[in-house]
């Protein structure tokens, strides 16, 4: 797919003016977000050759579950990168998950959670943790957020940088559960060749 760079907050299509800075017309200066292609091997070693940040994705992957996006938000340094999974719902049906790993304010979380605001942090202050899962061998609590009935939002950190989860329908959270380990794409360099792929998710 060959689309223009859009705002990683509102998914409005954004503009480079004579110094280099992308501007959308809602939100103002913005890390762009690149356009997502139909997964592949060559795709992935591209994204992680160019990836700067962390790209999350469960591992091993779940039963009859596969990677079915990647993506990176920022033009020169990179502010957010996104992998999306899909595969069967817990409960029934279809199901697919999105992973956000973003600097703060760069608002990509928050478009696909459907949240108001983008200080998170003020969000989740003071309440106790939903579950803890393990990314890159570390611990990290994560958070419920819930302002969506269609679809299951947790965010906590990880790295030094936000890490949202977004699962669709809304059952699609009870797949995030203590001890789930995530690792970075980065590290499955010379695996790349065994990770599940599917189409393009409709969630991107």
Request: proline share 8%; with cysteine.
């Amino acid at each position: 797919m060959d689309r223009a760079k859009r705002c990683p907050r509102c998914g409005t299509p954004v503009r480079c003016d004579e110094q280099g800075r992308w501007w959308c017309s809602v939100d103002g200066v913005v890390a762009p977000l690149g356009a997502y292609e139909e997964p592949s091997v060559h795709v992935l070693l591209k994204h992680i050759t160019d990836a700067q940040l962390p790209t999350w994705l469960p591992w091993p992957m779940p039963a009859n579950w596969s990677v079915s996006g990647v993506g990176r938000a920022g033009d020169g340094p990179e502010q957010a990168t996104v992998l999306a999974c899909s595969g069967p719902d817990p409960i029934a049906g279809d199901a697919d998950l999105v992973l956000v790993c973003e600097e703060p304010g760069v608002g990509l979380g928050t478009f696909y959670a459907g949240a108001v605001g983008l200080d998170v942090g003020r969000q989740i202050s003071g309440f106790p943790a939903a579950t803890r899962i393990l990314a890159g061998q570390h611990v990290a609590p994560l958070w419920w957020v819930g302002e969506r009935d269609d679809r299951d939002v947790l965010v906590g950190e990880a790295s030094g940088r936000w890490l949202w989860i977004i699962g669709w329908p809304a059952t699609a959270g009870a797949m995030i559960r203590d001890g789930l380990t995530f690792v970075d794409l980065r590290t499955l360099l010379g695996q790349l060749d065994v990770i599940p792929l599917s189409g393009l998710s409709r969630r991107l």
